[in-house]
Structure formats: C-alpha cells, structure tokens
C-alpha cells in the first residue's frame, strides 16, 4: 500500500535508528553511572524493602522501625526504596547498587529475595557493609540476619489451639516457600502439642512474590476459612494480612493472628484491633538497628546472626490482653523451647 | 503522484511524533499533579539512563523484551491475540531448565539441546489453544489466558523440592546448568551484554523475512486481513491457525532463554514473570514492525532502568508505569488518528481530481 518512496524513506530510518543505537552501544565506555566508587563517605542507611513497601503493617514496617530508632538515637540518616511485583534480579541488583554507590552504608535487603543481589553487589562494593534479612549469604562485609519464625509460630499454635472453640484452627501463608514452611511447621506443632483433637487446616496464596502483595486474595482465603468453622487464623504473608485480618474480624468470636509487627498497634489495623488475638512478633526492627549501630561504632556486624526465641529475636504480643488468661501456659511453652525440651520443626 | 507521496511521509513521521509529545504532556501534568517537578524527572532520566552501564542494563532487559513482542507479534499478524505468551515463556524455560540441569554435555550440543526444548515446550502449549480454536471453536484469548494458570500451576507443583528442585537456602529452583551451557558473553564494560541479544537479532530477522517475503507469511497475512478471502484463494484457515499457534509459542520459549543461559542458570522461585504481558505492549507500541519493536523494547528498557533511579530522586516510584501505560494509548491513538486524517485526505484529493476531470470535459463541451 505503501509508495516506493515511503518503502525507501523508512528504510534508510531504520537503518539510521539501528546505526545511531548501534554507536550508542560502541561509545557504552562512556562514563558510567557507578563510577564515582561510594564507600567510606557515609550518607546513612539503605534500606531496600521487599514488596509492599514500609507501609505494609508488617515485615517491611518492623525493618522501618529500626531505622527510625536509629535516626532518633544514633543519629543517622536513612533512604528507603522498595521492590515493584514481578521484578527481575536486575532491578534489585540496581537498587542495592545505586544505594551503595551513593554513598549509603549499611544498605540493608529486607527480604530473602535480595540474597542472590546482595551477593553480587557486595562483591562490587567491598567497602560498604550489607545486611540481608531472612537469608544466608556469605561475604566478608555481609551480615546475613535470620530468625526462630518456627519458634514464634509455635507459641501462636499455643494460643491458637487454646482459644479456639470449634478445635478447628487454620494458617494461610503467602508464599508458599521454605521460609513460610516454617511459620506454618512451628504453627501446626504448637497447635497439635497443646490439643492433640485440634484439626489445623494449612493454605498458601500462590508460590509468586506476589502473595505477599495480594490482601484480595487473603481475605478470600480467610473467609473460606471461616466458612468451615475456622475460628483462629493466623496468617503470614506481609501486606496480604491485612485483607485476612478484615475478614476475621467481619466474623463474631473469630480471631486473627498477626505476624512480624505487633498488629494491634498498627493505626492501619485500627479499626480491627478487636479480632487480633496476638501476633507473632519477628523483631527486624532490633537487627536492624543491631548492624547500624555496629557500622556507627566502626565494628560492622558479618556472618550469621540468628535471633531466636531465647534472644528476644521472635516473641507473642501481648497487646490487647487477649492472650492473658492463658499467659501461664505460654510461658510454659517459651521455657521449654528456650532450655531445649521441645525442638520445633523447621518444616511441615 | 510526487506530492501525494511527501503527505504520506509527513503523515509516517507525524503518528510517532504525536504519540510522544502527547505521551510527554500527559506524564508532565501526572508528575507536576504529584507536586513535583516533571522537567527534573526527564532530565535525570535522559542523564542517568544515558550512562554507560545503563546502557548494558538497557539491552539486557530489552532482549527478553523483544522476543516476546515477536512471539505476541506474530499472533496479531493473523488476527490472533495471543495472551499466553507470559505462561508458554515460563513453561518453556521451567522444562528447558529441568532438561538442561540433568545434562552435562559439551556445551555446542548442550546449549541447542535446552533452547529447543524450551521452542518444543512453548509451542506444545500454544498448541493447545490453537487445536482448541480449530476444533471447539475456543477463543484463544480465553484459552491462552487459562493456560497461564495452568501452567504455573504445573510449575509450581514441580518447583518442590525433592520432585524436579533443589532448595538453596529460602529459594527453591531446579539444578543449575552445567558450566559448559551457560551463553557467550559480549565482554564491554563494565558489566557484558548478554549474547543471547544475537539470537534475538536473528529472530527478529526470520520474523521480518518469513512474515514478509515468503508465501506462507503471505497467506498468513492474508488471513488476519480477511478469512473468507484466505479461503477462497485456497488457504486453509484451520492449518494456519495452528500453524501460527505453534510458531508464536516457539518463539515465546526463547523468551526465557537470556535469563536462564545467561543470568540465573536455574529456573527457581525468583524466575522472572510478566515479560509476556510486556510483549503485548511492545508489539503495540512497534506496531509489528521488526524495527519498531526494537525500539518499543529498548524505549521500556530505558524506562525500567529510569525508575530506580527517580524513587531515588524521591519521585513516586508508579510514575514510570504510569508513563508506560500513556505511552502505549497514545501510541495507539495516534496512528488510529493519523491513519483517519490519511484517509480523509486522500478522499478528499480522490474527489477534487475528479471534479477537475469533470470540469476539464463540461469545458471541452462547450468549447465543442
């Protein structure tokens, strides 16, 4: 349809376009964009969410809070960026580079997700200290920080199994990953220990890094939940809680369980606060905090440091007093984990 | 004739530059509505994704990219709207994955052996929806959609440990590939571009050839323009159906294959999703051109790369997908906007060189 001339003109376009790109790519020794080293100069803090972003009530908000303390007692200043769904390596790869290269040290990973990233950029910049949270990355200015979710969410089966009516209890992970097995195996065990009839009913939202993003989704679930009698659900699954949370508490003598943060303190929570039996604390915020006051002391923290039930690192939230009639029978449960009596599962 | 020709070219170059001015007024007025300032967010783009390493990283993400607006590409051509991309590319890489991960030969076997499985896989899946077409009369944009979720629920099933995966601390993912199978790297600095742009460049070439110089893209066209007609002049429609199913599936298997030979040398958990949905927009924005799908992948490339670094600036970080999205309309309302004022004009010229004809013989009337 085209004339000979329009064919020709868009030709020779094109070969102009391929040309152009074609010594956009050759002149690529031009100045790059981390050239400038970063390192000694510290700016302060990076901190790189996972999805969800600092507002998420939960895991991205305890690794906030730790920063905020940092910036009120030490001093410090702090920049935080967040994941987008669906991203590749190379954007966390990109995000981890521009804060280290823009002079931030620590640049934390919150997430398991930054492990591969955090590898690759640490080697990059050796004179900036990283931390990752939830994962085990070796390197000599790595500080990999983990924590006794299955220790945590055994206590949350405790309390679960105890305020329970129906003896029909239920967990709803994000995805369904290692990591959150092991909400779900400390859960189902501490369930099963306290009332060997309770029947624990175990589902995930999808295995992408999208159910951590996806409160629709959560709230289905829980209401399906609820549906067959399910009186406590106990959900883990960042910023997807919240919609579980709303439909537990939609319900009468129904409770939820929170994870990571201390849920019934989250203003975004508010209006739901009356449902949250407790919440599985996972205190990010304290690691946190633990490495930027070592990199504010000029001691970076490396290697593995896992926080554990007996270090304070996980913990049941008391607020609300929900949970105080039956506070005898926790602490029973937390002594005999911290001296060893009881070995909690890391997998279903 | 001559001059009929300069509106057309001026009419070729108005559709982009109308898309892109209105796709820069559009962003503005989002970015100035979120109280800050546009014209520093354009600047920093055009700084920080000019750099050198920017630019690696925009080929390297452009290349997946590209491939998938082929694989979508080739679809629209016929009238097929192939959805299914996202989930052929992921199936294909996952079993590709698998195979590549059980195999250690030397590499110049390896390396065909995995892009071929994941081709065979991708266009298996594809299949499907096409058989489904031809046979049950299915929409594929149903068909497609569904196979999305069906295949990554089968991946998801064989993603476990102790089935087709191994566990490498939270991450799950199948064996990782033999040294021998990972691509060649072209070595700039300070990071390499991947090879696999090379495949990428062939396939974009074959697209434009078979598509365009052969009989069978011919009658493939012939289809997507008008079925009734393909028929009457003896193509079978069905046969091309499936025909163009398969191709676009084994297209969308090489989607996968620049991560998984040269960055992760592993399907896993963190296995990259998406990028199908990405071709579509791609293809619209290149308009199916081999050439101007290269341009619609390095142009998201670019955008991709810029958005880091804008939450940087303290921008809002859904202001680069904001622009994608406006991008993408005004591209599409552009062309459908020129290609009507074209038409109009021509109808116009049409009727006055008839008039002036008409004219010409009442004067030759009288003058008789």
């Known amino acids: 349809m085209k004339g000979p001339l329009v064919r020709r003109v868009s030709t020779i376009t094109a070969a102009g376009i391929t040309t152009a790109a074609l010594a956009f790519t050759l002149t690529a020794c031009g100045e790059s964009s981390t050239e400038s080293g970063g390192g000694s100069s510290s700016k302060g803090v990076g901190l790189a969410f996972d999805v969800g972003g600092r507002d998420d009530h939960s895991f991205n908000e305890s690794a906030a809070r730790g920063l905020d303390k940092a910036e009120k007692e030490l001093g410090v200043k702090g920049k935080m960026m967040t994941a987008k769904n669906g991203e590749t390596e190379a954007e966390r790869e990109q995000r981890l580079s521009s804060l280290a290269d823009a002079g931030y040290n620590p640049v934390i990973g919150v997430g398991f997700n930054y492990a591969k990233s955090i590898e690759k950029v640490a080697k990059d910049f050796p004179k900036t200290n990283f931390a990752i949270v939830d994962s085990v990355v070796q390197g000599p200015n790595v500080d990999s920080i983990t924590f006794g979710e299955h220790e945590g969410s055994y206590l949350a089966g405790v309390a679960a199994a105890l305020k329970s009516k129906t003896n029909k209890v239920g967990f709803i992970g994000g995805v369904d990953n290692e990591l959150i097995k092991k909400f779900q195996a400390g859960f189902e065990q501490g369930a099963k220990a306290t009332n060997p009839k309770i029947e624990v009913t175990s589902e995930y939202l999808g295995s992408s890094d999208k159910g951590f993003n996806d409160p629709a989704a959560a709230k289905d679930k829980a209401k399906g939940m609820l549906d067959r009698d399910i009186d406590v659900i106990y959900t883990a699954a960042g910023l997807s809680g919240n919609g579980s949370i709303e439909a537990v508490s939609g319900k009468k003598d129904a409770w939820a369980i929170g994870v990571d943060s201390d849920q019934y303190q989250q203003p975004g929570l508010a209006k739901y606060k009356d449902h949250i039996l407790t919440s599985v604390v996972k205190n990010v915020d304290v690691a946190v905090f633990d490495m930027i006051k070592s990199v504010k002391d000029g001691k970076p923290l490396t290697g593995t440091h896992p926080y554990l039930l007996k270090d304070g690192g996980v913990s049941l939230a008391t607020s609300g007093g929900f949970i105080d009639d039956i506070k005898a029978k926790i602490e029973e449960a937390k002594k005999s984990i911290v001296d060893g009596k009881v070995q909690v599962k890391t997998t279903p | ?368």
């Open chain 2, 1 to 368: 004739m001559k001059k009929f020709d300069k509106n057309k070219v001026i009419l070729g170059f108005a559709a982009p530059v109308l898309a892109i001015v209105a796709a820069l007024v559009l962003t503005s007025i989002i970015i100035a509505a979120t109280g800050k300032d546009p014209f520093h967010a354009f600047e920093v783009m055009v700084d920080y994704g000019s750099k050198s390493d920017s630019q690696v990283w925009i080929i390297n993400k452009a290349t997946p990219y590209y491939l998938s607006a082929l694989a979508v590409a080739i679809g629209f051509r016929m009238n097929l709207f192939n959805i299914g991309v996202d989930g052929q590319y992921r199936i294909a890489a996952f079993f590709a994955a698998v195979v590549g991960g059980a195999l250690t030969l030397p590499g110049i076997i390896q390396i065909p052996i995995i892009i071929i499985v994941a081709m065979l896989v991708g266009a298996l899946w594809a299949g499907i929806a096409g058989l489904l077409k031809t046979t049950r009369g299915v929409s594929e944009v149903i068909s497609t959609i569904m196979l999305n979720a069906i295949g990554a629920s089968v991946i998801a099933y064989f993603l476990k440990d102790g089935r087709l995966a191994e566990k490498e601390g939270n991450l799950v993912h199948t064996p990782y590939l033999p040294d021998a199978a990972h691509f060649f790297e072209i070595p700039t600095t300070p990071k390499p571009i991947y090879g696999f742009v090379v495949v990428a460049a062939l396939a974009g070439i074959a697209y434009w050839f078979v598509l365009g110089r052969t009989r069978f893209g011919f009658d493939l066209r012939t289809v997507g323009q008008s079925e009734s007609a393909a028929h009457a002049s003896g193509v079978s429609v069905k046969r091309m159906v499936i025909t163009a199913m398969l191709l676009s599936g084994a297209m969308a298997g090489l989607v996968g294959m620049p991560t998984l030979l040269g960055v992760s040398y592993n399907y896993g958990t963190d296995f990259p999703t998406g990028i199908g949905f990405t071709g579509i927009a791609i293809a619209l924005l290149g308009r199916n051109h081999p050439i101007g799908m290269v341009a619609g992948a390095l142009l998201w490339g670019f955008l991709d790369r810029t958005s880091t670094q804008l939450e940087f600036e303290g921008y809002a970080q859904e202001v680069v997908g904001v622009m994608q999205g406006v991008i993408v309309l005004c591209v599409v309302i552009a062309y459908e906007i020129v290609r009507r004022y074209g038409l109009k004009m021509q109808q116009r010229k049409v009727g006055e060189e008839l008039a002036a004809q008409a004219r010409k013989s009442d004067k030759a009337e009288v003058s008789a």
